[in-house]
DNA sequence: GTGGTCTAGACCACA
DNA sequence: GTGGTCTAGACCACG
């Protein structure tokens, strides 16, 4: 399952590509293998047909994936030549961590929020 | 004594938002202190007067300050007692944590970032 | 739908706010319903689309809306349970009253007015 | 003393002719009473010396009041021909009582607020 | 001088 | 099309 959060100042269709390079970086998706069609993610993640075009277009340009007309969207021979990194995630987590400590709230508890979304939200699939 | 990145992401309102907390939060303004005024601010920083006036409102109805008309704006009694805005923050923490996870961060990246920020900040009055 | 009184001294992004409040209260927006688009309800109203958007992002700090970028603005699932909105009307409401009575208006006037109000708002699904 | 709110949408000056007003006319100033002098009011409420004058000037203008170079202001003689009426606090009672009800509040809760205020906050008098 | 409200219009990102 | 942000400038009420 791929995550994506409406509230995010990293827009959606960032978020999902990625997500979609992650999961090629941690080896769950390997070269050829078929990603989701385009609205079969639409549908599974309640969002708009469009965005996840622009994701999926975005990743075919810097050669991540390839899409083949009328038979579904894979992914690329060497699909991380240029690699990315995940910037906009840690920025946002860095400003809401100094917010929740500017509004009183003690690093233990932090953590044990994370120690509980990591135990229980397990939501890694391939999808 | 406040800074903005015009380039930010993060829109404007929300850095001077956030200071103004920090500052609070450090012990440098204390209840009843004024705050400088929308004109000053705006000339300070050269930003418009409704960019500040954005901040400060919303600043307003977190409890933070008060504004009288005709006098200034001021930090409130109990600035950053507020159980709903905390919960918000919470609530926006585990939003974004679940956003590393599903884009491939360790439970440990983000303790280290923790860590580091609770580190740098415990110069603080209040922690 | 939504009615304005540019001469009242009430401004009018309260009075839209109020009034968006009372239709939740009484029914005729369910939580996920759509709320007029900004530009819509501008026009509507002929009201600049500033003002509006005021409105709009006061409810939604107040957990009445949630407002998503792209798609629209839609009453949010627990719009009116919000502990905090309801101290701060009573906050209001005790200031008001001592302000009644200091200026000669007697309990029997106040009361009176209440029940006038509480009993023709009666006709609403929910009270 | 008399009772000034900050918040209220009526401005401050006119709370304070009001309230002056009323203690015309229920008797509790007679004419040729002596009220309390600009700067004395300025300093029990902690107002603006100007906002007082401001008050005071009206109720002047309104023949209410008369103030003497040197000597103080005095209730003039015939201070209620033209009749004033309390109308903006219960305008203002009347959108606060709505937006409780919209909210949730119970006509019970309201009217023992009421009871509360008006038991324990007897502060009429002559100042 | 202060804050409060409103308008007009611009540009952006997203669906 | 949608909402989000920012600017520029106006007028008001209040201190």
Chains 1, 2, 3, 4 share one sequence.
Do not use: W
């Amino acid at each position: 399952m791929i995550f994506v959060d409406n509230k995010s100042r990293v827009p959606i269709y960032e978020q999902i590509k990625e997500q979609i390079v992650m999961l090629v970086n941690t080896g769950i998706y390997k070269p050829g293998d078929r990603l989701p069609s385009i609205r079969n993610l639409s549908n599974q993640l309640n969002i708009n047909v469009n965005t996840i075009k622009h994701s999926y277009a975005q990743l075919e340009t810097e050669g991540v994936i390839n899409s083949v007309q009328g038979k579904g969207v894979f992914i690329a021979e060497n699909p991380l030549e240029n690699e990315r990194i995940v910037k906009g995630v840690l920025d946002d987590l860095d400003r809401m961590v100094r917010s929740a400590m500017a509004r009183g709230v003690s690093k233990e508890q932090i953590k044990d929020l994370i120690d509980r979304i990591y135990e229980t939200g397990e939501n890694y699939d391939k999808c």
